[in-house]
Structures are given as structure tokens and as C-alpha cells.
């Protein structure tokens, strides 16, 4: 798939990139992609995994939820933390946890050792990338997966179909919201208080998963959009605006069920 | 465990007019300290922590609020400043309140004839909390 994007001011011909279902993704494909969480973890500066985990709660606090920008800065979060692993590796691309159609986390990231290692897919430390630090806080992820007995356990199939029959952009927002506190009030622990949330890896299959929904919900409503006096509000820290969120093709990616591509009458570098 | 019962909610029966769609507006809630999924019945004070989902139990609707965690800022760091001026063109606090909405047609429905609806909650949080409802206002709203 290809679409002419803008670069520098020459026009290219640039590859959307594809994010995948967890659950579809071969061992491979996840080999590769431990190694490149686990370089982002290295990486101790605002490329790293330390750092974008902190946009969303401790230290930063950016994100935004039950307000209708929850959708549209979540995309951009994605986006952003999904380049800065590109940078590692261009061939990467953020998976989604299907919890409509599965009962359980994903088994890449329910594995607490993979190969003899630890799984930075299961739990990684955390060390937000602040000079202020509290006793207190957590020194790594943890979950308690449905530890809150009256919690809606997945699959939320149910739940994903109700949201994607709202037939406005704000009773989608409202819907999904109600089933993404969900499913973070169901994994627990970690996952469970904004404030820590994004330092455990599971979360950004959840968002992918999320901005998923919101793309498919688009495709039943071409034009649909958050309230106009949010549009052009540049979301931090960044300033992508609300209405840059709204194209996932201008973003450089899309969602595929399946994909297949074959060579044209001109295939790329053919000269 | 939290359990919270409203004050007697009037639900006005206009057979010219019958609603279409049955509202409860949580108006107000807080949204730091811990998480909490909150389960919603209606004219059942008899519930807790063990009823769950159960529509026998007048069960109508659930929520999770997926709240801030303790605070990690400074002093007042958390708390929800008014506006300086007329001139502050920041974005509100990320703790400003929030409402939440739920659909409870189904469930008034079910009750039949019924004038007033009398709504209790049952609030577990995800980590040991106590008090963790915390909302300003109640609203019933129906729609023709």
C-alpha cells in the first residue's frame, strides 16, 4: 500500500507501514521485537522507553481521558513512541492486543521468561526520568489480572460492537472509553492508575487496540469528528493538533487484518 | 467497598410522551487517588461487593474510572486551580472533574411501573482505598 506523501519539500512515494494483531505475529517477529523494547530501554534520553512511558503519567502527566481528546492524544502518543522504535529498527510496528475476540493477555507478553531471559514484555523497570523520586513509587511493572472480581473479564466482544455502532464521534469517545477503563481496571496493578500505567509494555498493545477501534469506527463514519473547538489545539508535548490525528494514512500507518503486496507494471527501485 | 444510595430520583410517566432512552449523568466525579469499577443498581439497597452483574439484583449498568494514582508533585500539584484570568488560554487540569453517562433503559424497563428510582452504587477499588466515589451530582435523564 502507498500513498504520495510530503517530505522535505520534494514529493516521494512513501510505504504505509502496518500494525498487526499480536495474536497473529509469529515468535520471530516478536524475537525482533523484544530486542528492540529492550534497546529502548537502553536508550536513558528522550528516545527511550523511560521517557515516553513518563508522557502519560509520572512525570509528565500529558494524557487526557474522559474529555474528547482522549482519543486524538492517545493517537499521537502512539505515533510518536512508535517512531522513536522505528529509529531502532524502521521495520517495526506496534501490535494490538485483540481482547474482543481473546480471553487473555497475549501469549508474547504473558511469558515471564522467553528463551531463558527475562521478557521485557512482561515487566520492565521503572525509572522515570525525573530528579524527584518518592519511596514510594513502583520499581517495576506488575499486574493483577482480574484481582477486581467484579471486573469484566475479555473477551469484550460485546462491548467492541457496541462502540462501533455510535453514531456520533462523542458517543463513540464515551463508549470506549467506558470499556478501555475496562480492560485497564481488569489487567490491574501497573495498568491500573494512570499515573503508572504506560511503563507496562501490555499498555501499548491496549492503545493500539483502542486507536484500532477508532480507525474501523472512522471507516463507518467518513467525517466524523471531534467538537470543533478542539481541532486545531496542538496536544502536547509535540503539538501534532487534533485534527493531524484524525488521518492514520497521513500518519504513515494503517491497520491490517491481512495484507499481501505483488510487484506492478513499475516495481519500486526497477529504475 | 463502597455503597452509595441516592436520594428518591422521580421518573415521570407521560403515556402521550413514553421515553425512548433512560439516562443516569454522574456529574462531577473526581478522578485521582485509585481506581475503581462502580456497579450501579436500581431500587435494590440490599447489594455489595458479591452481588456483581446479576439483572435479578436490579443490576442496570457498570463503570470503571481509571483514576490519576497518589499524587507525585509537589504541594498542590494535584489540586484543580480556577482559571487565572480570562486571558488563560492553558488546557484545564488534567484532574478536572469528569461526567459519565450510562445508558439504563434496559434495566428501568425491566422494573416496570415505577415513579422513582432510588440508585445505589457499589464502589471496589483496585487497590485496598476506601471512599473512592466521589462525585458532585446525580442526574436522570429520559428522552422521548
Known sequence: MTVVAQAKGRRTRARLKLRRSATKLEDEWFESFRDVIKEALRRRDDRGYQYFAGWHGVPFGWCW?????????HRAYLYYFELALQDIDPDVTLPWWDWATSDDIPRAYALRRVGGKANPLFSVAIEPMTSRRDPSWPRR????????AITLPPPWRDRWDWAQQAPSFTEFDRRISLLHNN??????????????????PIFWAHHVMIDRAWRIWQHNHPGARPPAEILDEPLEPRGMTVRETLDVKALGYDYAG?????????????G | MQRWTSKPLPL???????????????EGVEHDGSSYVALVYLNNRRVDADTGRDPTKRFA??????????????????????????????????????NITLDITDAV???????????TVV???TIDSEDVLRFSDLSLVTYE
Open chain 2, 61 to 98: 449498568a457498570g463503570f470503571t474510572v481509571f483514576a490519576h494514582g497518589d499524587c507525585w508533585g509537589g504541594d498542590d500539584h494535584c489540586k484543580v486551580p480556577e482559571p487565572a484570568s480570562p486571558f488563560d488560554r492553558r488546557p484545564e487540569h488534567r484532574l478536572t472533574p469528569q
Open chain 1, 65 to 73: 481521558h474522559g474529555d474528547p481528546r482522549f482519543l486524538p492524544w
Open chain 1, 141 to 148: 511493572t506488575s499486574r493483577a489480572v482480574g484481582s477486581v
Open chain 2, 109 to 119: 424497563e425491566a422494573l416496570g411501573d415505577v415513579d422513582q428510582l432510588e440508585v
Open chain 1, 258 to 270: 491481512t495484507a499481501a503486496r505483488v510487484p506492478g507494471t513499475r516495481p519500486a527501485g526497477g
Open chain 2, 12 to 26: 415521570p410517566v407521560d403515556p402521550q410522551a413514553p421515553y425512548k432512552r433512560v439516562d443516569l449523568e454522574f
Open chain 2, 123 to 125: 464502589a471496589t477499588a
Open chain 1, 183 to 200: 480492560v485497564h481496571g481488569w489487567v490491574a496493578g501497573t495498568m491500573g492508575e494512570v499515573a503508572w500505567a504506560a511503563y507496562d
